[in-house]
């Protein structure tokens, strides 16, 4: 005979929880998600997620097409209590104030930049706020490494402070390439955060370089090859900055290369990965598919729209192998009990952390990092 379990209260049914007895997956909500890159990294280690958001027509689109569900539009329209409770939020919140690109292009607009652009600015702030209402046991951020030295800095500590001080969590940052997991070199910062005090390690990536050629397209058909007017142009504008001692030029590769960072404007002119077809053809762009797979994208995802919005969505996503690396961790540490130190674990609790590795043989206590 089963076992029945007991009916879901209302309250539970409306948050999207199991019902008692059985294992509840944790829930996480997806902000600033863009295509989703977060969301299949958390659900593929088990977690469900319960509220979404972006305000892009185009990657609604594809977010859609893929997970069945349209986010939430402009975050500042929704009401921080109409968000599911949730026990893991996550958002890679908008590069541009922040960027380099964006702050060059911004000042020389004469606009302002960082927490002063009254729009984009304060989006981080939204999610400060979501955070003190729902009280998630966890957060996962991710933003370009440039956050960390923006504004001498200063933009940072306001982000550090108001996540620390204000809102009590203990938060871990680390700036991760993606070159291990993926053949790109994309450097970003993640700030993962706990509202108790919990042992937290980011995870350790492999020391190998994937190749170019592993995520390389058979037969491309010849509209991604670029025209000799292009090809010219590029050629043009390079030897210009070289011979005026600067670096600026295109980036062209191979099957043996790691590319440079896929950007969101490659749409343009691709000319930050340049595939060689040899000396006596043009080089390529990549395919969508191709910028699919180099972050880290499964075959199966759907591209529903424009070349030129897939080029735009997935220079703007996340590589989901290396946020999957760090949900698991998260989650790691989330089964754990709080104030569980790696040197307590039991032989028998495979689930906990365990006593991590060390160069330094010495018992050293334990501690909690950034506590
Ligand atoms: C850096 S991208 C995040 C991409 C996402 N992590 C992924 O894996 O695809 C930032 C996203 O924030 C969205 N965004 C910007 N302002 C917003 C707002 N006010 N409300 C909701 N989404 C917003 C943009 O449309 C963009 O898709």
């Avoid at 450097?187 to 190998?208: D, N």
């Avoid at 210009?240 to 002119?269: E, I, P, W």
Wanted: charged share 25%; with cysteine; net charge positive.
């Amino acid at each position: 005979m089963t076992k029945r379990s007991r009916p879901k209260t209302p309250r539970a049914v409306a948050e999207g929880q199991a019902p008692y007895g059985t294992p509840t997956p944790l829930r996480f909500i997806d902000l600033f998600c863009g295509i989703g890159g977060f969301r299949i990294a958390f659900e593929n280690i088990g977690a469900r997620c319960v509220f979404s958001s972006d305000w892009d027509k185009y990657s609604r689109l594809t977010y859609a097409a893929n997970f069945g569900e349209t986010p939430h539009g402009d975050i500042h329209t929704v009401a921080v209590a109409d968000i599911p409770a949730h026990d893991i939020l996550c958002g890679g919140f908008p590069c541009q104030p922040f960027s380099l690109a964006g702050v060059s292009k911004k000042n020389s607009l004469g606009r302002k930049h960082g927490f002063d652009d009254e729009k984009q600015g304060n989006l981080f702030f939204s999610i400060a706020d979501i955070i003190d209402y729902h009280k998630p046991a966890a957060f996962v951020l991710e933003n370009v490494k440039n956050l960390k030295s923006h504004d001498k800095g200063r933009t940072f500590q306001v982000i550090y402070d108001t996540l620390t001080r204000a809102l009590g969590y203990q938060v871990h940052t680390k700036i991760i390439d993606a070159r291990n997991v993926v053949p790109q070199h994309r450097e970003r910062i993640f700030l993962v955060g706990f509202r108790e005090p919990r042992y937290f390690e980011f995870p350790e990536f492999p020391k190998t370089e994937p190749k170019l050629a592993s995520i390389l397209e058979r037969d491309v058909p010849s509209k991604y090859t670029l025209t000799d007017n292009l090809w010219a142009y590029l050629q043009a504008y390079a030897k210009k900055h070289q011979d005026a001692g600067n670096g600026f030029g295109f980036g062209m590769v191979t099957g043996d290369s790691t590319t440079r960072t896929l950007s969101a404007r490659y749409h343009k002119d691709g000319s930050e990965i340049l595939v060689s077809q040899g000396p006596r053809k043009n080089p390529r762009r990549l395919t969508p598919r191709e910028c699919a797979r180099l972050m880290g994208y499964p075959d199966t995802f759907k591209i529903n729209v424009s070349d030129t919005q897939a080029y735009r969505q997935f220079g703007n996503s996340v590589v989901v192998p290396v946020v999957q690396k760090i949900a698991t961790a998260v989650l790691s540490t989330l089964k754990c009990p709080i104030g569980h130190t790696p040197e307590l674990t039991l032989a028998e609790d495979p689930t906990c952390f365990p006593a991590p590795k060390r160069k330094n043989k010495k018992n050293t206590p334990p501690t909690f990092p950034h506590a």
